[in-house]
C-alpha cells in the first residue's frame, strides 16, 4: 500500500509540473526555466542526502545520486546564472553520465524500481539538450508532454 501512495504522489507531482511547464511554454505564466531546471537536479538530491543522514537505518546508496545530484544542481545552477561561461557544450553529458550509473545500480545492484525514474528524467533532460544542441530541434514542448504522461501513467496504472 505504502509504495502505491508513492507512485500516485510521484505521478501527480509530474503532472503538474507537466502542466505548468506547458502553460508557460504557451505564455500563460512567465517563467524563467534557463534559471530553474538546475532545482530538478538539486531538489531530490538534497532529498537523498536528508534521506540519509536523518534516517534511522542508513541506506548507502542514497549517498551516489545524493551527491551527484546535488554538486551538478549547484554547478548548473551557477552556470546558468552566470552565462554557461564554463560547461556550455558537454553539460547534456554529464546528466547522462549520472543516469547511465542509476541505471547500472539498479540492473546490477539493488533492482529498487525508484532508481528508474531519476534515470529516465536525466536521459530525457540530457538527450533532449544535445539533440536541440546539434540538430537545432525545439523540445521545449516535448518535455512538458512527457511529463504529463509518465504522471498520467503512473496515477492510474494497476497495482
Partial sequence: MKASKGRIF????????????????LQFIELRFALVWPLFLLIPGLIF????FFSRRKNNSL?????????????????AYYGWAFLS?????LLLGVAFGLFQLYVFGYQDRSLLLPTFLLTVLGLSNILQSYYAFDFQLAVPVILILAGLFLIIKKR
Fill in 10 to 25: 510521484v505521478g501527480i507531482v509530474l503532472l503538474f509540473l507537466g502542466i505548468f511547464m506547458l502553460l508557460n511554454h
Fill in 49 to 52: 542526502e536528508f534521506s540519509y
Fill in 63 to 79: 549517498l551516489v545520486p545524493g551527491g551527484i545530484l546535488t554538486v551538478y544542481g549547484l554547478v548548473f545552477f551557477l552556470e
Fill in 89 to 93: 557544450p558537454v553539460w547534456p553529458y
